[in-house]
C-alpha cells in the first residue's frame, strides 16, 4: 500500500477508480480504444496496469505513455503524485444492488476467495442470503465496503481533494454508449466523432468483448472457475431484481437511506 501511494505518477497517465463490479475491466477496454484512436482491442489484460495487483510496480515504467491503469484502493490510499498532479481520473459507478449480485457470484465461482466452513472461521460467500447480511454488516467487505468507499470520493470530490475526475455511471454507459463515450473522450482531451464512438460501443458491448478476451488477449484472464464465468457474468442492469426477496430489497433500502443521508450520491437501479 505504501508503494501505490508513493507511486510515481506521469503527467499524461490516466488512472482508473473503482470498487470492484463496477465496469472496470469494460471502461478499461473503452479508454485504451480512445487513447489509441481505433477500436482495435489492447492485447494486455487491465490487470497488467492495476497498482495493487502488479507484484513490482516499477515493472510499469515500461509502458508507454499515456498509461491507463486502475486501482480499486479508497482514495486515501491513492498515488499522492497523481492527486497532486491533477492527473486524470475516471470514476466508475454502479448501483449498489447489482454490486452486490455480481460481486456474490464472483466470490462463489473464484477459488482464490471462497472457501468452506473451518473450525475458526465461516463458510464464504455462503448462502445469498447470508452474503448479503454478511455485507450489509460490513463483515467480509472489499476495499472499505460499497457505502464508505463512495462517500469518501464524494467527501474528497466535496472538499476539492481531487481536482480532476470524471464519473461513468455503469448504466448510463449501457443505456446511451455513444455518448457517454464521447464524453469520456472530451474528458480525456481525445478525438472521438460518432463514427468511432459507435464503434467503440460496438467492440465494447458486452458479448463481444466477452470473446475478446477469451480469444485475444495474451497473458492470465482469469474469467472461469469450474465452467462457471464470474469475471464477465451477464453485464447488464437490474439483474438484483432475481436475487433479492421483497424483504431484502426493503431492508437494503432502509440502509441506503440510512448510509446516503445527507450526501448527493444518487444511483440508478433499472433501465
Not at 8 to 19: A, T, V
Not at 195 to 212: G, P, R, T, V, Y
Not at 221 to 235: A, H, M, W, Y
Request: charged letters at 30%; one cysteine or more.
Amino acid at each position: 500500500m505504501a508503494a501505490v501511494r508513493n507511486f510515481e505518477s506521469r503527467d499524461n497517465d490516466i488512472l482508473i477508480c473503482s470498487l470492484p463490479k463496477t465496469g472496470t475491466n469494460w471502461g478499461y477496454e473503452i479508454i485504451s480504444m480512445l487513447v489509441q484512436g481505433h477500436a482495435t482491442y489492447v492485447k494486455g489484460a487491465k490487470i497488467t496496469g492495476m497498482l495493487e495487483a502488479v507484484d513490482d510496480l516499477s515493472t510499469l515504467n515500461e509502458l508507454k505513455s499515456p498509461r491507463v491503469l486502475s486501482t480499486h484502493v479508497p482514495f486515501r490510499h491513492l498515488p499522492k503524485q497523481h492527486l497532486a498532479k491533477g492527473c486524470k481520473i475516471v470514476h466508475f459507478r454502479r448501483n449498489p444492488k447489482d454490486v452486490m449480485v455480481s460481486c456474490y457470484n464472483h466470490c462463489t465461482h473464484d477459488d482464490r476467495i471462497s472457501h468452506p466452513r473451518t473450525s475458526e472461521d465461516e463458510e464464504f460467500p455462503g448462502t445469498w442470503e447470508n452474503f448479503l447480511k454478511d455485507q450489509m454488516e460490513s463483515k467480509h467487505n472489499f476495499y472499505d465496503g460499497f457505502f464508505k468507499y463512495e462517500k469518501e470520493w464524494e467527501d474528497a470530490k466535496n472538499k476539492n481533494q481531487v481536482t480532476s475526475v470524471h464519473t461513468v455511471f455503469y448504466e448510463n454507459l449501457k443505456k446511451d454508449p455513444v455518448n457517454e463515450i464521447k464524453r469520456l473522450a472530451t474528458y480525456l482531451e481525445v478525438p472521438a466523432d460518432d463514427e468511432l464512438a459507435k464503434d467503440i460501443a460496438d467492440k465494447c458491448s458486452f458479448q463481444k468483448f466477452l470473446n475478446a478476451v477469451l480469444t485475444v488477449k495474451t497473458g492470465v484472464v482469469k474469467i472461469v472457475e469450474g465452467g462457471n464465468q464470474f469475471l464477465f457474468r451477464k453485464g447488464i442492469v437490474g439483474d438484483w431484481k432475481n436475487w433479492f426477496t421483497v424483504a431484502q430489497n426493503e431492508q437494503f433500502d432502509e440502509l441506503l437511506d440510512k448510509e446516503l443521508k445527507g450526501t448527493s450520491l444518487k444511483f440508478t437501479f433499472e433501465i
